[in-house]
């Protein structure tokens, strides 16, 4: 074959791109489990974090994440369970998304931290910048929040990013009550300091950051409407 011709340019770049793409669908279905393991450790560590239980290594955070989950429950807007889950949940709510929330999927973790009975709800909203995500753990009246934490895709460092990098911000959560005195309407919401009416139900919003707290604050008021019939029943 000619290499000056044209042709030849062309069969040899599109098999140079074949052969590239080829590698690099291996590679990616080869290293898959692993990231699936990974993706999946990271998620037992952000609901392990709600619980207040934080820095610990993989392995340990694997186990405690078994001993503490009792079942990950599904269950519809009714409050009925659609699937029980199991101990240490991994393959009925541990698998849902956001797209599954949104659809009327709920997750639930049913734990028990030091003798104690706690849910786990996951939450989803937006932020400034894209996704926003996090787990509240709750006592045993379903009306007491007694962990959270926050995650985001992209909101901006130093500011929006600290309702996941703050562990005091996240903290300030620990006690707050989800519905007002009439224990019907949600009341939980971020604030800024100054409007802060309700310090029962009321958190201060992350400084320079209001587009992101307001997310936060929707987020939540959101969430805990659609799983409301779980949280009176």
């Not at 078994?66 to 409050?79: S, T």
């Not at 991994?90 to 104690?116: H, I, M």
């Not at 992101?212 to 409407?225: I, K, N, R, Y």
Request: proline share 2%.
């Amino acid at each position: 074959m000619n290499t000056n011709k044209n042709s030849y340019i062309i069969i040899y770049s599109a098999v140079l791109v074949i052969i590239v793409a080829f590698l690099l669908a291996f590679i990616f279905k080869a290293l898959k489990p692993m990231q699936d393991v990974n993706v999946a450790l990271d998620k037992k560590k952000q609901i392990l974090a709600a619980l207040n239980i934080r820095d610990l290594g993989d392995v340990e955070s694997a186990e405690k994440y078994k001993q503490v989950v009792k079942a990950d429950m599904v269950i519809d807007a009714n409050a009925e369970v659609v699937e029980a889950g199991e101990q240490g949940g991994e393959k009925a709510a541990f698998k849902l998304n956001s797209a599954d929330y949104k659809a009327g999927r709920l997750a639930v973790y049913d734990c028990e931290v030091d003798g104690q009975h706690k849910y786990v709800i996951p939450v989803y909203g937006m932020g400034l910048w894209g996704p926003i995500w996090g787990y509240i753990a709750l006592d045993d009246d379903k009306n007491t929040v007694y962990g959270a934490y926050f995650n985001h895709d992209s909101e901006t460092a130093g500011l929006g990013a600290e309702i996941k990098d703050s562990k005091a911000w996240q903290d300030q959560f620990k006690g707050k009550k989800i519905f007002a005195a009439d224990g019907q309407s949600v009341a939980i919401a971020v604030k800024k300091k100054s409007d802060v009416k309700n310090p029962a139900s009321e958190c201060d919003a992350v400084t320079g950051a209001t587009l992101t707290s307001d997310g936060v604050s929707l987020m939540l008021q959101e969430s805990f409407a659609k799983y409301k019939s779980f949280l009176k029943k």
